[in-house]
């Protein structure tokens, strides 16, 4: 029995040693979580209109609209109760994908979401994104140096941002 309780008091101790030792390091600065984060896209995350985050974002080039890329039917919703919280799935067959862009056009800063990807990547890949009020979503796919896009009317009950 002792040692049972023996055992655990150790258990507590190391683990409250090690907690105490990593506040410690986070505290003097050796340890900064911003160099932990990923690359984060500001100025496209902050732009206003759909044009500047894509040009911020993907530079200059042609935006094909083009059946390889699609919403799965429902997903974004053509209706949704509540816009905080619209589910979307982007399917492609599309080789060598860089990048996924969503765009909600009439929020406040309508890039929803960024993603770099590798070409080992296979879609369908799922989501779920705030929109303000009813709204034109946008999905923009960056592969092999091209732009492909897709789009649908999402209509909101509740707004999700504000």
């Not at 999905?139 to 509740?158: P, Q, W």
């Amino acid at each position: 029995m002792t040692s049972e309780t023996d055992q655990q008091r150790r258990q507590v101790l190391k683990g409250a040693i090690s907690a105490s030792t990593l506040a410690m390091v986070a505290a003097s600065g050796l340890l900064l979580p911003k160099q932990l984060l990923a690359h984060w896209p500001k100025d496209a995350f902050n732009a206003e209109t759909v044009e500047d985050a894509l040009l911020t974002l993907l530079g200059q080039a042609e935006v094909a609209e083009d059946s390889a890329v699609s919403f799965k039917v429902g997903t974004p919703p053509s209706y949704a109760v509540n816009g905080a919280s619209v589910p979307i799935q982007i399917l492609s067959n599309i080789a060598n994908i860089e990048r996924i862009a969503v765009l909600v056009e009439k929020n406040p800063f309508p890039l929803a979401m960024s993603l770099d990807i590798t070409p080992a990547v296979r879609l369908p890949f799922k989501s779920m994104i705030k929109i303000r009020e009813d709204s034109q979503v946008i999905a923009i796919i960056r592969a092999n140096g091209k732009l492909y896009k897709t789009s649908r009317f999402v209509e909101v009950d509740i707004g999700g941002c504000g």
